[in-house]
T-cell receptor, first 113, second 115 residues
Framework: QKEVEQDPGPLSVPEGAIVSLNCTYSNSAFQYFMWYRQYSRKGPELLMYTYSSGNKEDGRFTAQVDKSSKYISLFIRDSQPSDSATYLCAMRRFTGGGNKLTFGTGTQLKVEL | DSGVTQTPKHLITATGQRVTLRCSPRSGDLSVYWYQQSLDQGLQFLIQYYNGEERAKGNILERFSAQQFPDLHSELNLSSLELGDSALYFC??????????????FGSGTRLTVV
């Protein structure tokens, strides 16, 4: 079983829809949680970073963490065609592990006009 | 441009050969990470260097090795290449090992095709 599970999609939504992307994890040592966006043939870029359980908002993006359920989500409001990309969740332990990030396999999102 | 430079962008080579991938971290970043991305495995951590020293190792094959030089650029060496080594190889950098407030900054990757 992988430490981080993420539905690969693809997920197709109409423009303006609210998108929900999710990851589950099994290692309770994970304390820092991130969401990356990766366009085709590009490197991942950081979208959101959070430490505590609860919600964190940044523009159209909201990251949600539920440590008790080992479940994280990314919500995209008013989705745009430019949001079409692969979204990767990532997480790391508080200490140790060399600060490496463990990634989900990514969810491919397509926002259609 | 993320500030992390990877060369070459594309590499096609035959099985059994050896290649070197190069990464220049973002200015001021001391830590370099190498990741392999394949369709079925996603992003897999290979190795991390901090200021010239190996800091952490992931599932890196013995055929693979890396180093970070005094000018902080890093090289990933892949030898005795197999078809299954075909993947995107990403380098990322961060300011310090513990500074993940802004996560890693990734380069654009090197696409390796082994034929």
């Amino acid at each position: 079983q992988k430490e981080v599970e993420q539905d690969p999609g693809p997920l197709s939504v109409p423009e303006g829809a609210i998108v929900s992307l999710n990851c589950t994890y099994s290692n309770s040592a994970f304390q820092y949680f991130m969401w990356y966006r990766q366009y085709s043939r590009k490197g991942p870029e950081l979208l959101m970073y959070t430490y505590s359980s609860g919600n964190k908002e940044d523009g159209r993006f909201t990251a949600q963490v539920d440590k008790s359920s080992k479940y994280i989500s990314l919500f995209i409001r008013d989705s745009q065609p430019s949001d079409s990309a692969t979204y990767l969740c990532a997480m790391r332990r508080f200490t140790g592990g060399g600060n490496k990030l463990t990634f989900g396999t990514g969810t491919q999102l397509k926002v259609e006009l | 441009d993320s500030g992390v430079t990877q060369t070459p962008k594309h590499l096609i080579t035959a099985t059994g050969q050896r290649v070197t991938l190069r990464c220049s971290p973002r200015s001021g970043d001391l830590s370099v990470y190498w990741y392999q991305q394949s369709l079925d495995q996603g992003l897999q951590f290979l190795i991390q260097y901090y200021n010239g020293e190996e800091r952490a190792k992931g599932n890196i094959l013995e055929r693979f090795s890396a180093q970070q030089f005094p000018d902080l650029h890093s090289e990933l060496n892949l030898s005795s290449l197999e078809l299954g080594d075909s993947a995107l190889y990403f380098c990322a950098s961060s300011a310090t090992p513990g500074d993940l407030s802004y996560g890693y900054t990734f380069g654009s990757g090197t696409r390796l095709t082994v034929v």
